[in-house]
């Protein structure tokens, strides 16, 4: 079956640098991804998407970037601030389906 | 996540009892999908709904699991003889058309604790 990982469990970044958090996915027919950021005790909230046509997405303070040879996605923070601190979790859509594929979350803690 | 509502947002049931849990979708959204999450792991698909109809189960033990999303209401998870490892997070996520390269946004889940 898919599976979709990321590098780093944990990651500790000073307020105001900027975040890499990086995940790794398995199935090469995926065509589309997300990133989504759960707070303690919440449900996971949209961040952004990119789909396999793109190699590169920006929202506001965040950048996604798909490099399909690899198969690995990340996504990029602008200036942290505490409230980004959560984990943050890759999601792969393999066009085969309706599902998405989750991998374990990485955890981002800002340090004031 | 405004929009997805699940309830309740906390269930408590002993082994053997049943575990009935409650999404209803965003606004105009009419696709459905429960997920599971263990602590510290990520969500595992579990079933697809559209209104009256199980469209991609699984994700789903055969067993003990069933869910509906009838006409009227919202959809339902339904857990019978529960057991320990039963105990999750349980999600709920809706989309406005077919799960394909559309985004899916979630409730804040319902977490389960068997006794």
């Known amino acids: 079956g898919e599976s979709v990982g990321l590098h780093l469990p944990t990651l500790s970044v000073q307020e105001g640098d900027n975040s890499i958090i990086n995940c790794a996915y398995s199935n090469s027919a995926s065509d589309y991804f997300i990133w989504y950021k759960q707070e303690s005790g919440k449900g996971p909230q949209f961040i952004i998407d990119i789909r396999s046509n793109m190699d590169k997405r920006q929202g506001q303070r965040v950048t996604v970037l798909l490099n399909k040879t690899v198969k690995h996605l990340s996504l990029q923070i602008a200036a942290t601030q505490p409230g980004d601190s959560a984990v943050y979790f890759c999601?792969?859509?393999?066009?085969?389906?309706?599902?998405?594929?989750f991998g374990t979350g990485t955890s981002l803690t800002v340090i004031p | 996540n405004a929009g997805v509502m699940q309830n309740p947002r906390h269930l408590v049931r002993r082994r053997g009892q049943e575990a009935r849990l409650r999404c209803s979708p965003m606004k105009g959204h009419s696709h459905v999908y429960w997920y599971r999450q263990l602590p510290e792991e990520g969500l595992k698909f579990m079933v697809y709904l559209q209104k009256e109809n199980i469209i991609d189960e699984s994700g789903m033990p055969k067993e003990r699991f069933s869910a509906e999303f009838p006409k009227e209401g919202p959809s339902i998870l339904r857990i019978q003889q529960v057991v320990r490892g039963d105990s999750a997070a349980y999600f709920c996520?809706?989309?406005?058309?077919?799960?394909?390269?559309?985004?899916?946004?979630f409730g804040d889940g319902t977490r389960l604790s068997i006794l």
């Open positions: 999601a792969e859509n393999p066009n085969t389906g309706n599902q998405f594929y």
């Open positions: 996520a809706s989309s406005p058309t077919t799960g394909l390269n559309q985004p899916q946004h």
